[in-house]
Nanobody
Framework: VQLVESGGGSVQAGGSLRLSCAVS????????MGWFRQAPGKEREWVAI???????TYANSVEGRFAISQDNGKNTLYLQLNSLKPEDTATYYC????????????????????WGQGTQVTVSS
């Protein structure tokens, strides 16, 4: 299984980016996938999760600004980032779990089997 992120960059506050995660070798039909981020000196935190049935969950800090989606035909996971703030600056990682995680488990990075290498998002004020 391989996950490869792209789409990061530097933007000004209020700007937008779209992150992509190309997934290969992942053959599970029931799963959870998501985006996490880690800022310097901080722990990795979850941002948005999507299940194989399309159910989505967002962290309060990004609700209404970010949108997670998947294109199963292209085996790609997306994260649309709108109204970006300086505090969104971090390395963003996509992750996949080979099972659909229960609601209490999906927010924990330890539950995800596969990870990408990360893509940097920098938001300036």
């Amino acid at each position: 299984v391989q996950l490869v992120e792209s789409g990061g960059g530097s933007v000004q506050a209020g700007g937008s980016l779209r992150l992509s995660c190309a997934v290969s070798g992942f053959t599970y039909n029931s799963y959870s996938m998501g985006w996490f981020r880690q800022a310097p000196g901080k722990e990795r935190e979850w941002v948005a999760i999507i299940d194989s049935d399309g159910t989505t969950t967002y962290a309060n800090s990004v609700e209404g600004r970010f949108a997670i989606s998947q294109d199963n035909g292209k085996n790609t996971l997306y994260l649309q980032l709108n109204s970006l703030k300086p505090e969104d600056t971090a390395t963003y990682y996509c992750a996949a779990a080979s099972v659909r995680l229960a609601w209490w488990a999906r927010l924990s990075s330890a539950r995800y089997n596969y990870w990408g290498q990360g893509t940097q998002v920098t938001v300036s004020s």
